[in-house]
Structures are given as C-alpha cells and as structure tokens.
C-alpha cells in the first residue's frame, strides 16, 4: 500500500507539472505536450494533479475532454482506491 502512495503522489505531480508546462509552451508559442499524453497521465491515476493543474494555470478548461473527461477519470479512479483499500 505504502508503494501505491508513493506511485499516486509521483504521478500526480508529474500530471499537475505537465498542465503547467503546456500552459507556459502555450503562452510562448512553443511546442506542446500532446493532449494524448496528459490524457494518459491522468489515467495512469494522475487525474488529481492534471485537474488541479488545469484550475490553476486556467488551462484546458474549455475543452469538454478535459473539463468533463478528467473530473470523471478522477471519479472511476477515487472508487477503485476506495474499493481497493477497504
């Protein structure tokens, strides 16, 4: 259990990180990060850091993949942890 945390709070920071660096390659005009690789993050049980990520830095949040699809991941992900851990 005690690895799985390690995991999700790994994770979670690298999702949260990547919104802020879209959002600042955005601002300058510069390459992004795939919209499948944040996806991807957030399913690999970083949807927490992507979402806050995305409130914070105001990005992503227009797009209804984003702004429907990461709550629901984060949703599916925090029953799965609850069903897994009790």
Known sequence: MKLLLIYLLLINAAGFA???ADKHKAKKNLWRIPEATL?????LGG???CLLGMHIARHKTKHLKF???LPLIFL????LFLFLAA
């Open 18 to 20: 990547l919104m802020l």
């Open 39 to 43: 996806l991807g993050c957030a399913l």
């Open 47 to 49: 949807s927490l850091g």
């Open 67 to 69: 702004s429907l699809g």
């Open 76 to 79: 599916v992900q925090a029953l």
